[in-house]
């Protein structure tokens, strides 16, 4: 009987003694991961929650590492982030041609996308993986190279609140993100170095982002952007399309400047692609 495990991540904010004194306060990402959480509970996953202080380094591989050992062919792993992404220079080899790679803010450092891509040899063949990640910079957050041509929507057209104030992407500023990087240098150097390209993925990872690459992602005061639209298309499991549709729908109920992405790595598995979301 094939099971599901899913691992649910949501950073409100972070340790400023990594982050050059930034502590990057967000409103919907606890509560992006507990929504989701719950969804995967009713559908009879394994659940795991790592959510602000606890959402480490350490903890974030350790539990990917950790459904890699427990997922046997046919069973499903489930993985969210929702928090900050940020980006650091490219020191791999996947020649990004944008000179950066993408990161997901964890409470005590950055997660590359290269040490997420080298993840996924881990998990045997026939496994399904699938990765929500609603944070900026997210296209393509479980890693191939930045592609310029990708669709996405340029951020000079206006973006409007449901309230008063100035909208809050899920994003590390550039002085931050600077700041962070040379106060964490040797860190970050020694990662890229130590990343390789890995082996034949034989398991199947399909991604679902909050936005593009080179995109924000918006926070909310109950939930992200990209969280809360996939939750009204979700209507509590009344949504009985493909993940293709489910993408289509989320993406036709987003601004042009926030355009979700789905992209799928590995070997190709039909029989995924034509399921219900989130089917075990």
Known sequence: MTKGISLHIGVNRVDPSHYGGWSGPLSGCEAD???????????????????TGDATRPAVLDGI????AACQ????????YSGHGGQVPDLGNDRELDLKDETWCLFDGQLIDDELWTQWESFREGVRVLVLSDSCHSGTAVKAAYDPLVRSGALDSPVTTSGAGTPVFRVMPDDVALRTYRKNR????????????PGPIAATVRLISGCQDNQLSLDGTFNGLFTGTLLRVWADGRFDGTYAEFHSHILSRMPPTQ???????GVPNPAFDTQQPFSI
């Open 73 to 80: 062919p046919g069973d499903i792993f489930f993985l969210s």
């Open 186 to 197: 040797d860190l970050y150097r020694s990662l890229g170095a130590e990343v390789t390209e």
């Open 33 to 51: 991961a507990e929504d989701l959480l719950d969804i995967a509970s009713g559908l009879g996953f394994t659940t795991s929650l790592l959510l």
């Open 259 to 265: 355009s979700p992405n789905h992209v799928i790595y």
């Open 65 to 68: 590492q950790v459904a890699a």
